[in-house]
Each structure stands twice: as structure tokens, then as C-alpha cells.
């Protein structure tokens, strides 16, 4: 696993309360693990901080699974 | 209209000197103190550096991880005392009738850390606004109403009462007059506060309100005591099940006593002193006697305010002895914060918990740390003084005064 996918994995597993083996790339944030609106707005925030990136909005909306914020931040973080 | 009956079925706390009912009591009427140095926060710089802290409370007692972290501590405390108070309840919820049950929470200043924590981030940062999502629904004050109706499904009234120490007084009241008036069955009530933090400690030190006797805080919350100089900031929850009384007897439910009647008032005068002769809190207390066609003669225990304030003390005092004339001599007298310290917007749920109990249990608890005679304070009223006393309590009040002049006192009374 790369070392983005590691850390946003612990920021999931920290911000939603969730098990390890339950962050696969697939699993989306609402439907898989237990994310509300609030979740996911929190989430992105706290992926923001970690890499230094901003994710606007309408980018945000497309960050929907483990995966899609793996790649988007491994695209955008310098 | 034919008003309810209304008694009190469970109760539940989180107090400085005790986590559980059981401990809160043993401890009231052992007159343990629950103030020690503040470890919350450096508190050096700060003129006073002491508190009544709760003591190993681990949150996830009483919910999960996950949830512990989308709520302030003063919400966390409402969880747990309305869970202890629920089970100590022995309510089947799956029998309630969702509709009939409401929650009336309590918080005089709600979520003071998260509000300090989340504008400190913002301000030390770079400009750029990263509040949590979660910032509001933390702070706001009746939240904890909230989650505690999203817990057990409760769907009847649901808000928060905020007139600052009064707080869970006007909370505990609200839910009584709903039941009375047959717009519920059930009520969790109560309230909670969680503000020792910088903000909360110092801005009541620039009151000042707060007492500074920094060099033995265990005996820093001295009411009635000539050398008091202020109160002692506590914190915690505390939670009470009201229930129609026909609806506790069906079920066979364990009552500890009834809710007698509620008084309300505003002393219309200051906006952090009392009234000097104590108007708004003697017509409190002619109210909630009233209210609840009590003899005043019946009232033998009184849980005052009592903060340790200089002259908060003597107006209740004052006050006393207006409305209850040569019976104010006959009756007990205790000011419980000596020992659990100002549980602000918890206070008057704590409090009422310990008047419930000095009814159930015959014992009045003690109000501690009295050493020097303050010659403003008639000698001859029993002030219960150091030592809890064994006494059949039939009527007990609980006064409760917030800043702002709001006034609240609640009648209990032995079931018969």
C-alpha cells in the first residue's frame, strides 16, 4: 500500500470509527462505512490537512469511496 | 382540567464526587469534598487554580468511540446520567409509547470547550476557515436534549432550558408541568455542564465570582462561613426520570418520591447580584409551595443555592426567614455545593437528586467547611453544619438562582 493510502486508511479508521479491514478501496464513505453528511464534509477536512491540498467543492462531491480520495489526493498533493 | 400526579422513577449523576448515584450520595453524607487543583488546563496564570473536577470518566462507558467524538463533554455527562437514570428506571422502551416520552435537558452555557477549541484553531491558524462540521452541533446547548431523545427513540417535547445556574431547575419543571397538564407519560430531565476550561475558569474569575482560596481547595466552598469568598466551579450531570404517577404504578415501577409543585420567578434587579433582601427568592419559594398547595410547615429540608458567595448566601438566608417566619428555625438547611462545588447549569439536577434522596433516605446531607460564624447569618437556623443529620424529610425544596435573575425552586415531597 502506497504511503497516501496508508494514511488516509488511518484517518478513516479515526474519524469514523471503523475496522481496518473494513477501508478497502471500494468501500464507499456513506453506504459501506457509517458516514453522514457531516462525516464526509469532516473527512475531506481532515484529508486537506493531512497532504496541504485544498479539494474544492465540486471536487468533493466526486470523492465518494476509499479509492476516489486515494487517487484524487495521490493527483493533487504535492 | 385535573392535573397529573407526577413522581420521579430513576435517577442518574456524574458529579465530582461520584459517578453513580450510590457514590454521590455515600459521599454527600460523608461530607467529602470534590475539589482539587484544576489538571484540565495549565492553570498558572489564572487566579484560581482549583475546581471540582469528575474523576475518571471514561465516556465509553456509555457510548462508542465514534460518538464521543461528535460531542462536547457536557453532552457526554447527559449521556451517561440519562442512561444511569434509564436503567435505574427499569422503563421497558419497548412498552413506551414513543409519542408520551419527551426530554427537557438543562445546560446553562453548553459546549464552552469545543467553542474555545474550534475559534483558538481558527485564530492561530492561517486565516483559512477549517471549523468542524461537528463545531455547532457540539456547542449548541440543547444538543444534549437531542442526542438523548436519538438514543431511546423518545419523540414527545424535546428542547433545552438555559437561564445559567438555574438551568436544569426550569428543566426539571418544564417536564413536571407537561406530565401534569397530560402532555406525556415520561419524561428524562435533568441537565449538565462541562466549563472548566481557560475561558469558562476565566471568565468567571473576572466576575468575580469565583473563590480564590487557592492554598486548601477542599475547603474553598464554605457557605454561610463568615471568611467565604466566592464559589467553586463544578461540573458534571445529573438526571432524573419523571413519570406520570398511574403510568409508574401500572408498571410497578420503584417511586423514590413525587414532584410536589415548581416555582419560577426573576428578580428583576441585577444582572449578576441577587436581590439584597432576596425578593425573587423568597416569591420562588412561596410559588413552588403554592404550586404544589404545600403547608409550609410540612417543608423540612431546603437545599439552598448557597454558592459560598458573600452576599448571594445572606440574601437566601434573608429570604428564608421571610417566607417561612419561625418555621425556617424548625427546618433543615444545607448548601450541598460545599461539597460538589457550582455545577452551574447542572446544579439544580444534582441537588434536587440529593433532596430526592435526604426524603428517601431520612438524612439530610451536611453543608461543610464551616468553621467561622458569619454574624450576618441568624445563628439560630440549622444550617446542618459539617455533619449530615437523620431527620424524616416530608416536603424538601431545591432553590436554584441563575445570573440574570432567574429564579427556580422545585418542591419534592414523601409519597403516600
Known amino acids: 500500500m ?77 | 382540567m385535573e392535573l397529573k400526579r407526577v413522581v420521579v422513577t430513576g435517577l442518574g449523576v456524574i458529579t465530582p464526587i461520584g459517578n453513580s448515584v450510590e457514590t454521590y450520595w455515600n459521599n454527600l453524607i460523608k461530607g467529602v469534598s470534590g475539589a482539587g487543583p484544576i489538571t484540565r488546563f495549565d492553570a498558572t496564570n489564572f487566579k484560581t487554580k482549583f475546581a471540582c473536577e469528575v474523576k475518571d470518566f471514561d465516556p465509553t462507558d456509555y457510548l462508542d468511540r465514534k460518538e464521543v467524538r461528535k460531542m462536547d463533554l457536557f453532552a457526554q455527562y447527559a449521556m451517561a446520567a440519562a442512561e444511569q437514570a434509564i436503567q435505574d428506571s427499569g422503563l421497558n422502551l419497548e412498552e413506551l409509547d414513543p409519542d408520551e416520552a419527551g426530554v427537557i435537558w438543562g445546560a446553562g452555557i453548553g459546549g464552552i470547550i469545543t467553542f474555545m477549541d ?90 468575580q465570582a469565583m473563590s480564590t482560596f487557592n492554598e486548601d481547595p477542599a475547603r ?13 466551579i463544578g461540573e458534571g450531570g445529573g438526571s432524573l426520570i419523571l413519570e406520570e404517577y398511574e403510568h409508574a404504578v401500572a408498571r410497578g415501577a420503584k417511586i423514590y418520591c413525587e414532584v410536589a409543585g415548581a416555582g419560577m420567578t426573576a428578580d428583576a434587579y441585577h444582572l449578576t447580584a441577587p436581590h439584597p433582601e432576596g425578593l425573587g427568592a423568597a416569591k420562588v419559594m412561596e410559588s413552588a409551595m403554592k404550586d404544589g398547595d404545600i403547608d409550609l410547615k410540612d417543608v423540612d429540608y431546603i437545599n439552598v443555592h448557597g454558592t459560598s458567595t458573600p452576599r448571594g448566601d445572606i440574601a ?101
Open chain 1, 2 to 78: 502506497s504511503d497516501i493510502a496508508s494514511r488516509v486508511k488511518a484517518i478513516i479508521v479515526d474519524k469514523l470509527g471503523v475496522d481496518e479491514s473494513e477501508v478497502t478501496p471500494e468501500a464507499s464513505f456513506t453506504n459501506d462505512l457509517g458516514a453522514d453528511s457531516l462525516d464526509t464534509v469532516e473527512l475531506i477536512m481532515e484529508f486537506e490537512k493531512e497532504f496541504n491540498i485544498a479539494i474544492p467543492d465540486d471536487q468533493a462531491e466526486n470523492i465518494g469511496t476509499v479509492g476516489d480520495a486515494v487517487a484524487y489526493i495521490e493527483e493533487n498533493a504535492k
Open chain 2, 118 to 207: 474550534e475559534v483558538k484553531a481558527y485564530v492561530e491558524g492561517n486565516g483559512i476557515p477549517r471549523f468542524s462540521p461537528f463545531f455547532i452541533p457540539k456547542m449548541i446547548s440543547d444538543i444534549a436534549a437531542g442526542h438523548i431523545s436519538m438514543k431511546y427513540g423518545f419523540r414527545g417535547p424535546n428542547y433545552a432550558t438555559v437561564s445559567a445556574c438555574a438551568s436544569s431547575s426550569h428543566a426539571i419543571a418544564d417536564a413536571f408541568n407537561h406530565i401534569r397538564m397530560g402532555k406525556a407519560k415520561v419524561f428524562i430531565t435533568g441537565g449538565s455542564e462541562a466549563a472548566i476550561n481557560e475561558a469558562g475558569v476565566g471568565g468567571f474569575n473576572s466576575m
Open chain 2, 220 to 232: 474553598a466552598s464554605r457557605p454561610f462561613d463568615k471568611e467565604r469568598d466566592g464559589f467553586v
Open chain 2, 316 to 416: 437566601e438566608v434573608l429570604a428564608i426567614i421571610k417566607v417561612f417566619g419561625d418555621h425556617a428555625y424548625e427546618m433543615n438547611i444545607s448548601a450541598t455545593k460545599s461539597m460538589t462545588g457550582h455545577l452551574l447549569g447542572a446544579a439544580g439536577a444534582i441537588e434536587s437528586i440529593a433532596s430526592i434522596l435526604a426524603i428517601r433516605n431520612g438524612i439530610v446531607p451536611p453543608t461543610i467547611n464551616h468553621s467561622t460564624p458569619d454574624p450576618e447569618v441568624d445563628s439560630k437556623l440549622n444550617l446542618t453544619f459539617n455533619e449530615a443529620q437523620e431527620r424524616k424529610v416530608r416536603v424538601a425544596l431545591s432553590n436554584t438562582f441563575g445570573f440574570g435573575g432567574h429564579n427556580a425552586c422545585v418542591a419534592f415531597k414523601a409519597i403516600e
